[in-house]
T-cell receptor, first 117, second 116 residues
Framework: AQSVSQHNHHVILSEAASLELGCNYS??????LFWYVQYPGQHLQLLLK??????LVKGIKGFEAEFIKSKFSFNLRKPSVQWSDTAEYFC???????????????FGKGTKLSVIP | GAVVSQHPSWVICKSGTSVKIECRSL??????MFWYRQFPKQSLMLMAT?????????EQGVEKDKFLINHASLTLSTLTVTSAHPEDSSFYIC????????????FGPGTRLTVT
């Protein structure tokens, strides 16, 4: 079964610091990768996604992520965080459950980001 | 485009009663809908997958008689929590996908259920 690992449970940064959140997955086939954000008390929002092509994808609010196939990674980055980026961030992988099976979306456990003004 | 709504956004019910949550795709036809559960400070856990007109497929450990899912049309799926208990209190989130783009899901805003 596929799994998604987010290395950091809680990250605390000062405003203007750079951010990198790790995400690794275990699946050998073709994957579709997502990062979602959940602001306190709010619903899940899509930050960015990767299906194919350029492994460096840009999302909303200045976020970007790089797909490194050889490392099974899809790390999220932002050069300068703001207090408003305080939220929970979820990495997710969508892949076939078996070779010809249906697609299943698997979430990581999430990383809480706290940005100190 | 690709908007999914849920109703209600929050609900409080007494133990032993049943609660129905609606999930609608507003501007597309959702051939498949998914129901997730999220406990505080935790990730989303898939409860079940439903295809329009078919019975839902439940994940291991999810009681199908307790969490009744109906996907009667291409724009509506419902989750009914029967005989709710306090441990059923959670955030329930639905998502939907189309037949054309099977590797992306569109998420609803979630429903906060509190059972007293």
């Amino acid at each position: 079964a596929q799994s998604v690992s987010q290395h950091n449970h809680h990250v605390i940064l000062s405003e203007a610091a750079s951010l990198e959140l790790g995400c690794n997955y275990s699946y050998g086939g073709t994957v579709n990768l997502f990062w979602y954000v959940q602001y306190p008390g709010q619903h899940l929002q899509l930050l960015l996604k990767y299906f194919s092509g350029d492994p460096l994808v840009k999302g909303i609010k200045g976020f970007e992520a790089e797909f490194i196939k050889s490392k099974f990674s899809f790390n999220l980055r932002k050069p300068s965080v703001q207090w408003s980026d305080t939220a929970e961030y979820f990495c997710a992988v969508n892949a076939r459950t078996t070779g010809a099976g249906s697609y299943q979306l698997t979430f990581g456990k999430g990383t809480k980001l706290s940005v100190i003004p | 485009g690709a908007v999914v709504s849920q109703h209600p956004s929050w609900v409080i019910c007494k133990s032993g009663t049943s609660v129905k949550i609606e999930c609608r795709s507003l501007d597309f036809q959702a051939t498949t809908m998914f129901w997730y559960r999220q406990f505080p400070k935790q990730s989303l856990m898939l409860m079940a997958t439903s295809n329009e007109g078919s019975k839902a497929t439940y994940e291991q450990g999810v009681e199908k008689d307790k969490f009744l899912i109906n996907h009667a049309s291409l724009t509506l799926s419902t989750l009914t929590v029967t005989s709710a208990h306090p441990e059923d209190s959670s955030f329930y989130i639905c998502s939907a996908r189309t037949a054309k783009v099977i590797y992306e899901q569109y998420f609803g805003p979630g429903t906060r259920l509190t059972v007293t």
